[in-house]
């Protein structure tokens, strides 16, 4: 009979966003995007009520967000849709998930135009 493990004891899922692309044109600040997601992020249906389920950090041009309770890789890109449409770069900066739970902020790739043009 196999040993009863305590489902309570799991480890904590960390996701990372890299803002560097938008954070070295100057467009993106970090720590702003950090004070939006502390102030946002629900825990039990209440906003800002972080405690210690939920960390953000950042670091250089990363920011991470460690939980230990229910939170989703979804829930995040929602956020950081909403930062993104609060600050009016939204037309110009995409979320994209690049591995499980490491995600990155990326200017949308505009085609040159003029050499459409010339064809």
Known sequence: ?????????????KFVVDTSAPTENGVFDPSSYVKFLIENIKVDGIAGNLGDEITVTEEGSKVIVVSNTKFSGKYLKY???????????????????VKQNQYQLQFYSVADEEEEDDE
Do not use: E
């Open 1 to 13: 009979m196999a040993p009863i493990t305590n489902k309570k004891a799991k480890a904590a899922k």
């Open 79 to 97: 956020l950081s849709k909403r930062y993104l449409k609060k600050n009016q770069i939204r037309d110009w900066i995409r979320f994209v998930s």
